[in-house]
C-alpha cells in the first residue's frame, strides 16, 4: 500500500471513529509502527489528526451533545497530500473558528470516487459541500452538480462561462497571475526567451494562460512549451529542454508543478546544464520548491487562505441562501530564491 493509500484510510478511520489506536491502525494497515508512526507525523504536522498517547484523533474533536448540533459541513479533494492538505487545514480551522465540523472526502482523481465520496458525505448528512472535483467542471458534471440538493462551493477550481457550475460560489487560487508573476520575474532578469515546462492537470490552463499573456505583454519570444508526461519528464523530454538551453532559444524556465522541477533539475545537472549560470528556473506550487539544489524560486499559492475562504463563502450561503454568488479570486505570491539569476 502507497503511502497516500495509507493516509487516506488512516483519515477515514479517524473521521468515522472520532480516535483510534495505532495499534489497531498497524493491523488495519499491515505496516509496522514505524511507518505508521512516520504517516501520522506527516498528517498531524498537516492538522490533519491529533496525536494522543497511544493513538490520534480528530483535530477538535466535540463532546457528544456539541458534536449533534453543531454544522456539519463536507469537503471533498483530489488528494490528501501534494498540495491539498494545506488547502484542508485553512478550511478545518475556519470551519472550527465559525463553530461547524468538517467532514473529509478523497477520490484520488478519478471521476467516479468524486460521486461516490459526495453521495457518502451527503448521506452521512452534510449541510454543504466544498468541492474540488478530480477536474474542471464541464457538461458532463452538469446533472451531478444539479441533483447535489445542498449547497456547494468550487475550490481550486474554475467553471467555464455558462458551463453547469458556473452559478456556484467559488474560491481559488489565481493561477494565471501567478504565472504572470514569475515570468515577470524573469523578464526583469533580462531574459527574453523564456519558455514552459507542464504536464495536463486541471490547473494547466489557468497557469498556461497567465505565461502566454506575460510573453504578450512584455514582448518576449514565445519558444512553445515544453510537456511532461504524467510520471514525470522522460529522456527524450528532458533532452529536448536541454537542447534549447544549448542551443540559446531559452534562458528561463516556468515549471508547472514543483515536484517536476525538482526532478527537471536533477536531470539537467546530470546534463551540465547550470541553475542558474545557464538557465533560471522558476517552479508553481512552492510545495518542495525549497528543498531543491539550488533552491528553486517558486510561485506560492494562498492555499490555506483558499480553504478558509470556501468555509466562509459555504456558510454565508448557508445562512442567506439568496444573495448574490461569488468567485474569489487569491492572489499568490512569489519567493524569490536561489534558482533564478541575471541573463549574462
Do not use: C
Not at 474540488?132 to 458532463?140: A, G, H, L, M, Y
Not at 510520471?231 to 534549447?244: D, I, K, R
Not at 536533477?266 to 551540465?272: C, S, V
Amino acid at each position: 500500500m502507497f503511502a497516500e493509500e495509507r493516509h487516506e484510510v488512516i483519515l477515514r478511520e479517524v473521521r468515522e471513529r472520532g480516535s483510534v489506536r495505532l495499534a489497531d491502525l498497524v493491523d488495519r494497515l499491515g505496516v509496522s509502527m514505524v511507518t505508521l508512526r512516520r504517516d501520522v507525523e506527516f498528517l498531524a504536522g498537516r492538522g490533519l489528526v491529533n496525536r494522543v498517547h497511544g493513538g490520534i484523533t480528530r483535530p477538535a474533536v466535540l463532546p457528544d451533545v456539541m458534536a449533534q448540533e453543531a454544522l456539519t459541513i463536507g469537503m471533498l479533494v483530489p488528494s490528501a497530500t501534494y498540495y491539498y492538505p494545506n488547502v484542508i487545514k485553512g478550511a478545518r480551522q475556519e470551519a472550527e473558528r465559525l463553530g461547524a465540523r468538517l467532514v473529509l472526502g478523497v477520490s484520488r482523481y478519478d471521476d467516479e470516487e468524486d460521486r461516490k465520496q459526495v453521495r457518502q458525505l451527503i448521506d452521512g448528512g452534510v449541510e454543504g459541500l466544498l468541492l474540488t472535483p478530480s477536474r474542471q467542471p464541464d457538461e458532463s458534471h452538469a446533472s451531478w452538480l444539479a441533483g447535489l440538493g445542498v449547497p456547494a462551493v468550487l475550490v481550486e477550481r474554475r467553471a467555464s462561462l455558462g458551463g453547469p457550475a458556473s452559478l456556484l460560489d467559488a474560491a481559488a487560487s489565481h493561477h494565471a497571475h501567478g504565472a504572470f508573476l514569475g515570468v515577470r520575474h524573469l523578464a526583469e532578469l533580462g531574459h527574453r526567451r523564456v519558455a514552459m515546462v507542464t504536464r495536463n492537470s486541471p490547473t494547466a490552463p489557468r497557469v498556461r494562460h497567465g505565461f502566454l499573456a506575460a510573453v504578450r505583454d512584455l514582448g518576449l519570444s514565445d519558444p512553445g512549451e515544453f510537456g511532461i508526461e504524467q510520471e514525470g519528464p522522460s529522456p527524450s523530454q528532458v533532452e529536448a529542454v536541454v537542447s534549447a538551453i544549448r542551443s540559446g532559444a531559452v534562458t528561463g524556465l516556468l515549471v508547472h508543478n514543483d515536484e517536476d522541477a525538482l526532478l527537471l533539475v536533477q536531470h539537467l545537472r546530470i546534463a551540465g546544464v547550470r541553475i542558474p549560470v545557464d538557465v533560471s528556473i522558476v517552479a508553481y506550487d512552492d510545495e518542495v520548491a525549497a528543498l531543491s539544489d539550488p533552491a528553486l524560486t517558486a510561485v506560492a499559492p494562498p492555499k490555506s487562505a483558499v480553504g478558509r475562504a470556501a468555509v466562509t463563502l459555504l456558510l454565508r450561503r448557508l445562512e442567506h441562501p439568496d444573495l448574490p454568488g461569488q468567485h474569489l479570486a487569491l492572489l499568490p505570491q512569489l519567493r524569490i530564491r536561489s534558482s533564478t539569476a541575471p541573463h549574462p
